[in-house]
T-cell receptor
Framework: DTEVTQTPKHLVMGMTNKKSLKCEQHMGHRAMYWYKQKAKKPPELMFVYSYEKLSINESVPSRFSPECPNSSLLNLHLHALQPEDSALYLC??????????????FGDGTRLSIL | GQNIDQPTEMTATEGAIVQINCTYQTSGFNGLFWYQQHAGEAPTFLSYNVLDGLEEKGRFSSFLSRSKGYSYLLLKELQMKDSASYLCAVKNTDKLIFGTGTRLQVFP
């Protein structure tokens, strides 16, 4: 078990559906991240939230919409996804964004399949 | 550009020592992390280097040479449970940029 909790663990959706991925941490971390990971590939950064504000968007398509309602929660809203968006979506958090020796702690991920 | 390279796959025998290398060329550097990831699970933090030299944590050690853009992870007394992917990641301001990952298989 990890200290970063992601729900749901698995999600199957059609290309016209709207769904949301949720991430929660109660470690007092002020930086939160979304990554996308394809099979046998490393995680790729999508978004960074720093003190509840979006600080980095790695040119992610607008069909992915992040939201940080408070310092413990991070959502990723999904709409009109494509089959190539099928992947493992990982959430991570760290104590503060620029901290030199602060590791990111990852959740177990949501495995997303687009039909 | 950002390049972080690792060998794709390695094999080793239980009880042995294995060294996983990582070379990097990045636009910025705020430290280098090593993560372990078992199939279908979250990456878990193993070690961190920001200054040159060796950091030791139990069976795992990590080395960094900033001038050479080089790091390695050393795993001693290998166990079957060490079969996993090992990810080298460079921190650049707020970003963590992962290397290609090394799949390690430990045989009895």
């Amino acid at each position: 078990d990890t200290e970063v909790t992601q729900t749901p663990k698995h999600l199957v959706m059609g290309m016209t559906n709207k769904k949301s991925l949720k991430c929660e941490q109660h470690m007092g971390h002020r930086a939160m991240y979304w990554y996308k990971q394809k099979a046998k590939k490393p995680p790729e950064l999508m978004f960074v939230y720093s003190y509840e504000k979006l600080s980095i968007n790695e040119s992610v398509p607008s069909r992915f919409s992040p939201e940080c309602p408070n310092s413990s929660l991070l959502n990723l809203h999904l709409h009109a996804l494509q089959p190539e968006d099928s992947a493992l979506y990982l959430c991570a958090s760290s104590l503060s964004p620029g901290g030199w020796n602060q590791p990111q702690h990852f959740g177990d991920g949501t495995r997303l399949s687009i039909l | 550009g950002q390049n972080i390279d690792q060998p794709t796959e390695m094999t080793a025998t239980e009880g042995a020592i294995v060294q996983i290398n990582c070379t990097y060329q990045t636009s910025g550097f705020n430290g280098l992390f090593w993560y372990q990831q078992h199939a279908g699970e979250a990456p878990t933090f193993l070690s961190y280097n920001v200054l040159d030299g060796l950091e030791e944590k139990g069976r795992f050690s990590s080395f960094l040479s900033r001038s050479k853009g080089y790091s390695y992870l050393l795993l001693k007394e290998l166990q079957m449970k060490d079969s996993a992917s090992y990810l080298c990641a460079v921190k650049n301001t707020d970003k963590l940029i992962f290397g290609t990952g090394t799949r390690l298989q430990v045989f009895p």
